[in-house]
Structures are given as C-alpha cells and as structure tokens.
C-alpha cells in the first residue's frame, strides 16, 4: 500500500514538473516575440501637481460656498423656500431641521406643484414666515399650515364647522346657571 501511495505520488510531482515547465517555455517563447512582458522598466510619469495657491484659491472658493449655503438655509423660511425652489430629485439634499413635524408635512405632502413654483417665487420672507405660522392668506395662491392656534380670517369665508363650535361653546367660558 506504501509503495502505491510513493508511486501515485511520485506521478503526482512528476505532472507538476513537466506542467510547470511547460508554463515556462510558453512565457518566454510569447516574450521573445514581442506580446510578453516587457523586460524594461517604463520610467515613471511626471505628475502635475497644482500649485499651493491655486489649492488656496480652491479652498477659499469652497469656504464661500458653504458659508453661501449656511446663509441661504439659516432660518426656517429660506430653508423652505430653497426647498420649494428645487428639482425633486434635489430635494432630499435640503435639511430641514428648523421646521416642525406638520410644516414639513405641509411642504413634502400638501403642496402641489404650482403652489410650490409661488413658494419659492415669493420675495418676503416675512410672508413665509406667517405661513408656515398657519396666518390665512399669507402668501397668495398658496394654502398656509393647517394649524388649530392659527389666527383665523374673520367674516363670511368661515367654515361653517368653526362657526358652529363658536356658537356652541361661546358661553362655555360663563359659569353654568343654577335653576332653583
């Protein structure tokens, strides 16, 4: 059984070999006709490297940007009108983290397409803000956030619920009467 396993063995090594330098006569014989490796050593590219100033200038160009940004999305109106003002596929790049959970439902969810395009196109910021406060007819042609302690427009234009839950509970404030 030993001498079969030395001799299986033996074959084993004997395969490797002959495949091993087949493998070599085959490189050498493809390098000697010019489609191998190359023997040289190719010397090394010279790189460009930018100069120092022009890094600087790259620099201050972003320090710019950014503080360009910082200032265009500092309070929560620019915040909303630059979210207004974008592609939807932009959008998401855009944080939001002055608005509240219902404004960002307002803007994300509520808002169609051209009431948007009137968003972004308004220039007081003064008027974003009073809509995202939930003040009626801040902005023209765009609806303000839903909100229950918004101020409300006062006259015909009410909903006819409000005016019924004022006219049921106006005397709610009044001390109930004792019959005797």
Do not use: Y
Not at 18 to 23: P, R
Not at 40 to 65: N, S, Y
Not at 113 to 142: M, P, Y
């Amino acid at each position: 059984m030993r001498f079969l396993m030395a001799l299986i063995m033996a074959i084993a090594n004997l395969g490797k070999g002959i495949w091993n330098s087949a493998e070599w006569c085959w490189r050498t014989g493809w390098g000697l006709l010019g489609f191998g490796p190359s023997p040289t050593v190719m010397p090394p590219k010279q790189v460009d490297l930018p100069d120092t100033d022009e890094i600087e200038i790259v620099r201050d160009m972003a320090r710019g940007q950014q503080r360009a940004v910082d200032a265009m999305l500092s309070t929560p109106a620019r915040c909303v009108q630059a979210w207004a003002a974008a592609l939807p596929e932009q959008r998401d790049t855009i944080p939001l983290r002055g608005l509240t959970d219902d404004q960002i439902d307002w803007l994300e969810v509520r808002l169609t397409d051209e009431e948007l395009k009137l968003l972004a196109a308004e220039k007081s910021e003064h008027k974003v803000n009073a809509a995202l406060a939930g003040i009626e007819d801040a902005i023209l042609g765009v609806p303000s956030v839903p909100s229950p302690t918004a101020k409300r427009k006062s006259g015909p234009n009410i909903d006819i619920s409000d005016r019924i839950h004022r006219f049921r509970f106006a005397d709610a404030e009044h001390q109930p009467r004792q019959l005797h």
